[in-house]
Every structure is written in structure tokens, then in C-alpha cells.
């Protein structure tokens, strides 16, 4: 049982590129979660999806773009990376419970 | 904008003795609330949750809730060195989980 799966696990992006993180998890939960984690200010939602088919914006959306391509899969876009994207994304799955995370992304734009 | 508000820390306990971790938040139609343990360098780990009024034992953990004062904490009894980390309060409101900054715990050997 893998659980929550991120991919890639580590990426290092130019200035104005494009990227896509994929996260994909094998426990049937209705909801998941885009995270960004930065030093000093905790985890921080970008976006969620609270059933297959829905999206909403967290607290710092602006930069990016999801996709809940299916109950198994969301997905996280930068269309232009910058340098203040610079951090580690979680993933995270849930059904009305807590929150079950991958592994994380370090993501570094230079 | 709906808030967790925690102690970052560092906070430093004996080994043996007992850690206590704070936590409050903003929004009063929050039903549901968790402890997430965090390993430098690794991912979040839920470690308890607590959706009534009291205390909840699991091992040597206890959540503590008080919905009328906002206000969730938790216990670690015997801390061990293996308990250092950053100790996450969270509260689920409108379908999103949203976390406090965190409390780095350091157990002093």
C-alpha cells in the first residue's frame, strides 16, 4: 500500500518555466491537498479539491494551477516559475479524518 | 482568514519528563483537530486527532480540547530523545485542513 505518491522528489527549474507535480494516492479519499512548506512559516494550502471534480483556492494560490484529474490523481502546475516558488510541496489525502501526506518536492528556482 | 496560532519554540524538556504543546484557533465552528509530527527533512505524520470536549489518551500522548476557550494541546508523558521534532496543531473548517506553524520540541538527554 503506497499510500500518497509525489513525483518528482526533487526538480530545480529556471526563472519563467513550466512545471507540473503530480501526486497520486491509492486510498480512495475524496479530498487532497496541495501544501507548501517554507522556513518559519509552516504549511501553508495552495489549493484542495474536497471530492473528485472540485477545486478551491487555499491561502496562497496565486502562481498556480490544479487539476483532480480523477479521484486518484491531483495535480499541481506553475505555468512561470519564480523564485519566491522556491520550497518544499506535500501532497495530502484525507476522508474526514486527518490528513495523510507523500513525501514532498524540494523545488528550487533559480 | 482562519487561523492556528502555536508556540514555535524551541521548547526544551528533560528526557523523562513531560512535553506540553499549545495550540489555539480563530474559527468556533471548528469540528475537528489534529497533532502532526514532523522529522527534519520529512513529511508530516498524524499522530493523534480529538473531535470532543476532554482528554484523549493514545500510548503516551494525551490531546487536550477545550472548544469554548479555542484552545487544543498535547501531552507527550516519558518524552524520549526520539520526540524531538516540529509538533503541528491542525483544525478542519469548510472541507480545508489548515495547520499552525509549529513547535519545535527539543528532548535534552
Known amino acids: 500500500n503506497a499510500g500518497v505518491t509525489q513525483t518528482p522528489k526533487f526538480q530545480v527549474l529556471k526563472t519563467g518555466q513550466s512545471m507540473t507535480l503530480q501526486c497520486a494516492q491509492d486510498m480512495n479519499h475524496n479530498s487532497m491537498y496541495w501544501y507548501r512548506q517554507d522556513p518559519g512559516m509552516g504549511l501553508r494550502l495552495i489549493y484542495y479539491s474536497a471530492s473528485e471534480g472540485t477545486t478551491d483556492k487555499g491561502e496562497v494560490p496565486n502562481g498556480y494551477n490544479v487539476s483532480r484529474l480523477n479521484k486518484r490523481e491531483f495535480s499541481l502546475r506553475l505555468e512561470s516559475a519564480a523564485p519566491s516558488q522556491t520550497s518544499v510541496y506535500f501532497c495530502?489525502?484525507?476522508?474526514?479524518?486527518?490528513?495523510?501526506f507523500g513525501q514532498g518536492t524540494r523545488l528550487t528556482v533559480v | 482568514q482562519k487561523e492556528v496560532e502555536q508556540n514555535s519554540g524551541p521548547l526544551s524538556v528533560p528526557e523523562g519528563a513531560i512535553a506540553s504543546l499549545n495550540c489555539t484557533y480563530s474559527?468556533?465552528?471548528?469540528?475537528?483537530f489534529f497533532w502532526y509530527r514532523q522529522y527534519s527533512g520529512k513529511s508530516p505524520e498524524l499522530i493523534m486527532f480529538?473531535?470532543?470536549?476532554g482528554d484523549k489518551e493514545d500510548g503516551r500522548f494525551t490531546a487536550q480540547l477545550n472548544k469554548a476557550s479555542q484552545y487544543v494541546s498535547l501531552l507527550i508523558r516519558d518524552s524520549q530523545p526520539s520526540d524531538s521534532a516540529t509538533y503541528l496543531c491542525a483544525v478542519i473548517g469548510d472541507d480545508k485542513i489548515i495547520f499552525g506553524k509549529g513547535t519545535r520540541l527539543h528532548i535534552l538527554p
Open positions: 495530502a489525502s484525507s476522508e474526514g479524518g486527518g490528513a495523510f
Open positions: 474559527d468556533r465552528g471548528s469540528q475537528s
Open positions: 480529538i473531535y470532543s470536549n
